[in-house]
């Protein structure tokens, strides 16, 4: 009995183990919480010059609304630049060089009183 539990153990530890390899550090959440509809959420690599960008987004992310951004095994690195446009406003938000393999959650926040365009990483 005491091998048997053992051994269910050692199982249970292997699955546990290959769950959380299956995840990519980088991959996170995206919580907007600005007041604002946003249409573009794009991340690159520093690299990659500030012309090359992709959409995550299928549909505009509403306030209070929430994505999920994996990535692909072709990416590399932790450090991205993340980049956000508005539904109704002709500016871009752009964050250079943000550690991905931090945090899981990225919430943007919008201070109407000092006009500046935030995220709080979890």
């Known amino acids: 009995m005491k091998y048997f539990l053992s051994g269910l153990l ?3 530890l292997s699955l546990a183990a290959t769950a959380s390899f299956a995840a990519d550090a980088r991959n996170v959440s995206v919580v ?6 946003i249409k573009f959420l794009g991340f690159n690599a520093p690299d990659d010059g500030m ?3 992709d959409n ?17 095994d072709d990416d590399e690195g932790c450090v991205w ?8 406003y002709d500016e ?8 991905l393999c931090k945090f ?9 009183g000092t006009k500046t365009t935030s995220f709080v990483a979890e």
Request: hydrophobic share 35%; aromatic share 12%.
């Open 104 to 112: 899981n959650v990225l919430r943007l926040r919008y201070d109407p």
């Open 32 to 37: 907007n919480e600005t007041g604002y509809a």
């Open 92 to 99: 871009s938000v752009l964050w250079k060089n943000v550690n």
């Open 10 to 12: 050692a199982i249970g």
């Open 81 to 88: 630049n993340i980049r956000v446009d508005w539904q109704n």
């Open 51 to 53: 012309d090359e960008w």
């Open 56 to 72: 995550e987004l299928d549909k505009v992310l509403q306030n209070q609304a929430s994505t999920y951004v994996e990535f692909d």
